[in-house]
């Protein structure tokens, strides 16, 4: 699975993080999304999935 | 295109009489048909009502719609739809400009930095069950518990001086209490923007290590210095938006859960079932019921259908989180549904900027309220409880619960 986000899409709702901490997190300073790992392992995928679906700006996008 | 009007001239506005906790039960006729309904509105248009969970997703995240009159202007039958957006009026402004300001304020809203106001929560929740279990019932759990909460909680972000905090906190009562007379909510309004232009006066002079005093720095540093009016509106856009929805939330789900004595065991039995249980009430209770207004700017797509430029659009949220494609059996709460994905915070560029604030509130509440006063019950009839039908945001007026004495621990 490949993962990719979109800052300038962001607008920082922070459900990446509570779905998926271990993939995503907020920078600090803008509360923008970073992305911890490029492509989660196979027992995160599903989190990830999920991130990308609740993600209210369709910044995260999600390649298998 | 669809002129569907279901049996309604206006817009559903009445609930279904037989639970007052579900949506009108149009809703499910406007879900089951083809297109989108033209319904009258209030405020003296008609705006297309979009209904399945899909359509409200994508049209909520429709580049080509103005939020100038949002949230739910189209309910208010005097309301303005063409009022200029006041500077620093977030929920009413869009684009660039919408982004620049929302981008400011999100690091005071981060997971991290919520979590971090956890331990305030928790301690205020159990104060004021503290003072609570110190009576004797019946007391009116809206005024003494679910407001008082969030109205700190805010205080705490803007910065509010312990010692101003219970006049900051009568005057936001007033203002928004269901029972307050024209006069006083005039007076209590003069004074809200009285005190918040005081605050963002001092801040802006000796800005602290709160939320006013960090966005003040923040938008200096980034050379977007804001202005005392666009931080006051945006201090009333906090105020308003986190207490009043927090508030109604918290009076509104402890009702709905009391009536369904199964699933309250189950949450007092597993305090750690609080995560998913709120967002469950969340979008059982879809409290901004009315949905959210937008107005067409260019063409936007809903199936196979256009809105033109200019036509006016409802999303209605609480429609869409009765959505059975979604949630299945949708109008039953299943507390460990998980129903993280629900639309009671809306979609799109506008969701609730404070959602990670208002779910940890709401956790907070449900992991502990129930936990200390296992026999919380209602101490009226549940025929004579109240709920605010015609308010932007739907609650309940008062609830008067008791509880047995044995309980005080
Ligand atoms: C249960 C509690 C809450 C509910 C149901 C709720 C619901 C909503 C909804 C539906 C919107 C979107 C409106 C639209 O699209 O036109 C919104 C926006 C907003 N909410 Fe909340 N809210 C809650 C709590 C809070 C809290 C605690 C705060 C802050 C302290 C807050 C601050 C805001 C702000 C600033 C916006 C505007 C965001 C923007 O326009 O970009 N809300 N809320
Ligand atoms: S869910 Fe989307 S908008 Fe929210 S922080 Fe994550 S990437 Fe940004």
Known sequence: ?????????????????????????????????????????????????????????LAIVVEK | MSETTIGVTSFPTTRDSSCPFDPPAEYAELRAQEGTASLACPVG????????????????????????AAPSTHVV?????????????????????????????????????????????QGLVDDHVDALLARTGPVDLVQDFALPIPSLVICELLGVDYGDRDRFQEQTAVLIGTNSDPEALQRANAEVVGFMTQLVLAKMAAPGDDLLGRLIVRARENG??????????????????????????????????????????????????AGTAVDEMLRYLSIVHFGVLRQATGGVTIGD??????????????????????????????????????????????????????????????????????????????EEVEFKDHALVYGVRALPVTWDVEDDR
């Open chain 2, 45 to 68: 248009v008609n705006a297309r009502v979009v209904s399945r969970y899909a359509d409200v997703r994508a049209v909520l995240s429709d580049p080509n719609l103005s939020s100038h």
């Open chain 2, 305 to 382: 259908e256009t809105i033109k430029a200019g036509e006016w659009l409802v999303a209605a949220l609480s429609a869409g989180n009765r959505d059975e494609s979604v949630f299945p059996d949708p109008d039953r709460i299943d507390l460990r549904r998980g129903a993280t994905a629900h639309l009671a915070f809306g979609y799109g560029i506008h969701q609730c900027l404070g959602q990670q604030l208002a779910r940890v509130e709401l956790q907070e509440v449900f992991a502990r309220l129930h936990q200390r006063i296992p026999t919380l019950r209602l101490a009226v009839p549940f």
């Open chain 1, 1 to 57: 699975m490949k993962v990719r986000v979109d800052v300038d899409a962001c607008v920082g709702a922070g459900q990446c993080v509570l779905a998926a901490p271990d993939v995503f997190d907020q920078r600090d300073e803008d509360g923008m999304v970073v992305l911890l790992v490029e492509d989660p392992p196979a027992e995160l995928e599903a989190a990830t999935e999920h991130a990308a679906l609740l993600c209210p700006a």
């Open chain 2, 77 to 121: 039958a005097d309301g303005q739809l063409d009022r200029p957006v006041a500077p620093g009026s977030l929920l009413h402004m869009d684009g660039p400009d919408h982004a620049r300001l929302r981008r400011l304020l999100t690091p005071e809203f981060t997971v991290k930095r919520i979590q971090a106001m956890r331990p305030y929560i």
């Open chain 2, 224 to 273: 977007q210095e804001l202005s005392v009016e666009e931080l006051v509106t945006l201090g009333i856009t906090l105020l308003i938006a986190g207490h009043e929805t927090t508030a109604n939330m918290i009076g509104l789900s402890t009702l709905a859960l009391l009536r369904q004595p199964d699933q309250l065991a189950a949450l007092r039995a597993d305090p750690g079932l």
